[in-house]
């Protein structure tokens, strides 16, 4: 595995990283303040119950599926990957499977790259070695942004490759159901959906649910991204009666998503206060298998008091 910053240091390699991801003090300062913010959320889990769940947990693969682009997969799979490695203790990899139009490296600042997915499928690499360390710990294998490396490459040796891997590995598929969305659904055990709040979002993942199911994998539930409260927008409930699937998050549109991407960063670790960061967090805390206990707003206590 290669550190990122190392390379950075070392000026040498041949791995670029855009000018933002090297940490110019106004993200930096930013970070300080992740830790307090991140830890008053954690408040009801303990070191102990992180330590307990770290031992018995086998390495899981995640896919983050959705019938259509563009709705949020690759920025959930970056926030996942730091947020469960930082703040959860589960050890993870993010890997692009997205070989045909792959955002993952370039939306940490990776652009060119000397051993990517496309190298291990084709038996040129080992797995292992295709990992890099981003700077602020976010680990990737990200898929080749050279047209001509997409030659004799086989998706579907995806499983076995993933399986050397001895970590939990979080897959950034492709959108639908073409032949990169269905291997990267084959190669994982458990789904993760994600949606925007409109009819043509939500009806997709109905079929991906179906084909999601007849390959045996566990359906983790679905995450609502975009969210603007508006009255046009589809409800979770009408989700959940559309999809029949669970919802278990609900990202709010967030500009400061956005100025991440443009810094290169994981939004958690970019601004810890943005209000996307809790949805986020809290999203991570459950697929960990944790509940976030909120504490009770005024008028949530002032209720109960007359019930
Ligand atoms: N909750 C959000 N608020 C604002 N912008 C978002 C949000 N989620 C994603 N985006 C932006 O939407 C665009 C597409 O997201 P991306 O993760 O690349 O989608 P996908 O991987 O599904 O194609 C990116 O510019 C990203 O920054
Ligand atoms: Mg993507």
Redo the contacts with the bound molecule.
Sequence with gaps: MRLLKSFYKKNNSKVELGSETTGKTGKILKHNTNKKKNQMLKQNISDEKLDEKKFNSEPRKIAIV?G??????????INLGYLLNKEFKMDNVVVDC?MTTP?LGV?LGLYNVDITLNHILKDVSKAEEGIFEHNTGVKVIPSSLKLTDLSEVDMFKLPEKLDELNMHVIL?SA?GLGREGLAAISAADEILF?TQPYTSAVVDLYRCRKIAEKLDKKILGVVV???KNKNHELTDNEIEKITEIPVIGS?????E??R??VKKLPLSFYNPKAK?NDALYSLASTIAGFEIKRKKTFFENLLNSFR
């Design positions: 959705s259509k682009g563009g709705i949020g997969k690759t920025t959930l799979a997205n955002h939306n950034d959108p994600v991204n975009n969210r990202i709010p549109y967030d500009m998503i956005e991440a991407l996307s």
